[in-house]
């Protein structure tokens, strides 16, 4: 597992480049707020997460229980997942809003264009809207 990514992966970089190509500015992996996003718009008060579904738990086509050592496994990915609704949870409550976009939406056999996440992802940036998620095709 010392060699699982845990920023800059492919997905994340996706994201980054289209945003950054089409005029955005963030930071990245802020420390200093609840869960370390992965992108930070701090005059839009906005994080977004690129999770990856198998580290994440995510219910779609990617993510499969290891056969391998199943009780641990278990253990490890609900134990993410709670710590993924903590973080929600404390993101909301001082006052920011976040963007969550699955690694199923960018690839695998349900993938979205990319040119689709990107524009979901702007529309959510601009509008102030709510928290939302990007899933991929079910």
């Given amino acids: 597992m010392a060699g699982i990514r845990a920023s800059d992966t492919k997905p994340e970089l996706l994201i980054r480049k289209s945003l950054h190509s089409l005029g955005f500015r963030y930071r990245l992996h ?3 707020l609840p869960g370390n996003p992965d992108i930070v ?7 977004i997460f690129v999770h990856g579904c198998f ?7 990617l993510f499969k229980w290891p056969r391998t050592r199943p009780g641990w496994w278990k253990e490890k990915l609900m134990a993410n997942r ?3 609704i903590q973080v929600r949870d404390q993101i909301r409550d001082i ?14 056999s349900g993938r979205r ?6 524009a979901m992802t702007v529309a ?5 809207g ?9």
Avoid: M, N, P, Y
């Fill in 95 to 108: 006052g920011w809003r976040q963007l969550t976009i699955w690694e199923c939406a960018i690839r695998g």
């Fill in 130 to 138: 709510v928290d939302k998620e990007i899933t991929g095709l079910q």
């Fill in 124 to 128: 959510w940036i601009s509008d102030a």
């Fill in 82 to 84: 709670r710590r993924d």
């Fill in 41 to 47: 718009f701090r005059t839009r008060r906005a994080v």
């Fill in 113 to 118: 264009d990319i040119s689709e996440v990107v």
């Fill in 55 to 61: 580290w994440h738990a995510h219910e779609c086509g």
């Fill in 30 to 32: 802020d420390r200093s």
